[in-house]
């Protein structure tokens, strides 16, 4: 009797076993069905979406490079000359200058010999005569003027003015315990001064570029001589060494 119950109990739990597992495979079956029919294709839809989304981040991310890339941009550099441009287009300053302009070169009259140079700085004011220096003077640049005040043009050189090919040359005595024009060269010429030439075509403003004093024995190799169109050289004594200096003046047209 009580194998019987055990056969029955196991038969009956063995049912009870089999039934568990066709109902769940049929509800699961039933609710598998359910959901594809329903949801399915939208849910299958997004999840390839999204899988295919977080692959190609991944591919970029692989590669270097971000999913947003930021727009381009341009960076200028402010510089006080950029302000300037800026505040001149703007009106508020004037535009710099051109580093390229130069100043315009003097108008000159058509060269002619000098009659009289003027020179207010250096209380000089003296009339100008031509003096033609023969082979050997200018060979030797022994040169002599006439025991006056005045002044002497050097002929054989330049003639100042437009078509100028030499430099121009005056000079004069300085006199020893006596006032004289060419005694102010020594005392009163400055680098900067100006003062003009009256020529038989016009009047020429000059600026003065330099002042040296060299030895007398010296001054046939300085080079004071270089051919300089429209240059002037004015040449005396040195009044605190007559004897043995020179003065020497050189200018060039101011504008």
């Known amino acids: 009797m009580s194998k019987e ?4 109990a196991a038969r009956k739990a063995g049912m009870k076993r089999r039934w568990n597992r066709g109902d769940l495979a049929i509800l699961l079956c039933g609710v598998l069905a359910f959901l594809s029919m329903t949801f399915g294709a939208p849910l299958f839809h997004q999840m390839q979406v999204s899988a295919s989304g977080n692959s190609a981040v991944a591919g970029a991310a692989a590669a270097g490079i971000t999913s947003r890339q930021p727009a381009p941009t341009v960076t200028v550099t402010e510089t006080p000359e950029t302000r ?61 003027p006439p025991a006056t005040k005045d002044g002497y043009w050097l002929t054989p050189f330049g ?86 200096k020179n003065v020497v003046v050189t200018a060039s047209p101011a504008p």
């Open 84 to 144: 300037r441009t800026e505040a001149a287009a703007e009106g508020q300053v004037p535009a710099p200058a051109s580093p390229d302009v130069q100043p315009p070169a003097p108008v000159l009259p058509a060269a002619a010999e000098p009659v009289r140079i003027r020179y207010a700085a250096a209380a000089f004011d003296v009339p100008v005569h031509s003096l033609d220096v023969d082979a050997a003077a200018q060979a030797s640049q022994t040169l002599e």
């Open 159 to 244: 003639t100042p003015g437009q078509g100028s090919a030499n430099t121009t040359y005056v000079i004069g005595h300085s006199w020893d315990g006596a006032d004289a024009p060419f005694n102010h060269l020594s005392s009163a010429a400055t680098v900067g001064d100006r003062f003009e030439v009256d020529t038989a075509t016009g009047t020429i403003p000059y600026r003065v570029d330099n002042v040296t004093t060299y030895l007398k024995s010296s001054l046939k190799d300085s080079p004071i001589w270089s051919i300089v169109p429209n240059r002037l050289v004015l040449i005396s004594c040195f009044t605190e060494d007559p004897w043995g």
């Open 5 to 8: 119950r055990s056969r029955h």
